[in-house]
């Protein structure tokens, strides 16, 4: 049974630091891997999105790597700011069958302070 | 290009009633998938509709039920609402395994 795990559970930091959100699973069968933002109260934002084929995804001061064999994902977030305040939501999508369904960890809430 | 829009945002429901929650996928797409996430919990995957039928389904009980139009969009049903059914309702839309999923702003639900 796939399982995904997101470690800190919370994190706070001054602003300009870089900093790394971590997400591991426990199945390396996954057809992909996304990570999400969600603000207090809302939706999630797709951020990246890493094929089980590639390494990292990059978009703007995020950078997103995997390593299917050891089950791990990071998230880097340069140069912080108040704005990146928020919950950071990993998901991966099984390769078993034709699973559509993506399987969360339970987050990373991150404040950064000015 | 409009996202993925769900109705209502907000919901308050007493306990025994039955609610149904709406998604319009994101233009392009053609698979809708429905999520429950409790506060201060990841999301928990409680079914997918692709072309009108129930293709995939998480742990979820029969009290949950579903439906797919032909436009895409699609509506969530859930009879016999108990405190524990209260959360925010999560939509997402995609087309192909190899693309990423487009969530909406969610319904939040309070069953009282």
């Known amino acids: 049974k796939q399982e995904v795990t997101q470690i800190p559970a919370a994190l706070s930091v001054p602003e300009g630091e870089n900093l790394v959100l971590n997400c591991s699973f426990t199945?390396?069968?996954?057809?992909?891997l996304q990570w999400f933002r969600q603000d207090p109260g809302k939706g999630l934002t797709s951020l990246l999105l890493?094929?089980?084929?590639?390494r990292e995804q990059t978009s703007g001061r995020l950078n997103a790597s995997l390593d299917k064999s050891s089950g791990r994902s990071t998230l880097y977030i340069a140069a912080s700011q108040p704005g990146d305040s928020a919950t950071y939501l990993c998901?991966?999508?099984?390769?078993?069958?034709?699973?559509?369904?993506?399987?969360f960890g339970q987050g990373t809430t991150l404040q950064v302070k000015p | 290009d409009a996202g993925v829009t769900q109705s209502p945002t907000h919901l308050i429901k007493t306990r025994g009633q039955q609610v149904t929650l709406r998604c319009s996928p994101k233009?392009?797409?053609?698979?809708v998938s429905w999520y429950q996430q409790a506060l201060g919990q990841g999301p928990q995957f409680i079914f997918q509709?692709?072309?009108?039928?129930?293709?995939q389904r998480g742990n979820f009980p029969d009290r949950f039920s579903g439906h797919q139009f032909p436009n895409y969009s699609s509506e969530l049903n859930v009879n016999a609402l108990l405190l524990g059914d209260s959360a925010l309702y999560l939509c997402a839309s995609g087309t192909g395994a190899r693309y990423g999923y487009t969530f909406g702003s969610g319904t939040r639900l309070t069953v009282v």
């Open positions: 233009s392009g797409h053609d698979t």
């Open positions: 199945d390396s069968a996954i057809y992909n």
């Open positions: 509709y692709y072309e009108e039928e129930e293709r």
């Open positions: 890493i094929q089980s084929s590639q």
């Open positions: 998901a991966v999508r099984p390769w078993s069958g034709n699973t559509g369904k993506l399987i």
